[in-house]
């Protein structure tokens, strides 16, 4: 059975850092690209970026490129959302799919507030 | 960025209807490998997304076959064929033919 379990969020300062996890189990985790998706409390979905499957290459959202870095670690089947400076806007919860997008997560939820 | 329109926003309809949902695009999803990155999502009340259809067309496993999928270029549609119960939720239309991948802006099905 496929799982993605997300993890790593909470509540967060302005300003703070914050690293997502990702761990992905029944499949061939190193054969896949992966995403990071997010979804506001509005429901608003939003591409974050993704990473080659052996974690060579990346792309991001314009947006959130100087702020977030996706990297992963096959070894471990993980995948990571580094998060840096954050803000307000960046409240939502975040999902993992594969690039196939037929596997995501529960999702993970991140609140910026002071 | 590639921005998809999704039309309608609500739908209300009743059990055993049959019902469209448009997604349409900014620009032509295309790509130059021949294959059209369109895909349609079902995000059930308190639940992550479900993927219906990925490819303009085709179903996802285990996805029902009342639900299809049609379009080409630039205009896209959903279709379901008999609304079950089950179908309620918000329906979403991306778009990875383009990076940013986008989503379009949802259309909530509620059943009267």
């Known amino acids: 059975e496929v799982q993605l379990v997300e993890s790593g969020g909470g509540l967060v300062q302005p300003g703070a850092s914050l690293k997502l996890s990702c761990v992905a189990s029944?499949?061939?985790?190193?054969?896949?690209?992966m995403s990071w998706v997010r979804q506001t409390p509005g429901k608003t979905m939003e591409w974050i970026g993704d990473?080659?499957?052996?974690?060579?290459?990346?792309n991001y959202a314009p947006s959130l490129k100087n702020r977030f870095t996706i990297s992963r670690d096959n070894a471990k089947t993980t995948l990571y959302l580094q998060m840096s400076n954050v803000r307000s806007e960046d409240t939502a919860t975040y999902y993992c799919?594969?690039?196939?997008?037929?596997?995501w997560g529960q999702g993970v939820m991140v609140t910026v507030s002071s | 960025d590639v921005v998809l329109t999704q039309t309608p926003s609500i739908l209300s309809v009743t059990i055993g209807q049959s019902v469209s949902i448009s997604c349409r695009s900014s620009?032509?999803?295309?790509?130059?490998?021949?294959?059209?990155?369109l895909y349609w999502f079902l995000q059930r009340p308190g639940q992550s997304p479900q993927r219906l259809i990925y490819?303009?067309?085709n179903l996802g496993s285990g996805v029902p076959n009342r639900f299809s999928g049609s379009g080409s270029g630039t205009d896209f549609t959903l279709k379901i064929s008999g609304v079950e119960a089950e179908d309620l939720g918000v329906y979403y239309c991306?778009?990875?033919?383009?990076?940013?991948?986008?989503f379009g802006s949802g259309t909530k099905l509620e059943i009267k």
């Open positions: 620009q032509s999803l295309l790509d130059s490998d021949g294959n059209t990155y």
């Open positions: 029944g499949f061939t985790f190193s054969d896949y690209w």
């Open positions: 490819l303009v067309s």
């Open positions: 990473i080659k499957y052996d974690g060579s290459y990346t």
């Open positions: 799919p594969t690039n196939y997008f037929d596997y």
């Open positions: 991306m778009q990875a033919t383009h990076a940013p991948f986008t």
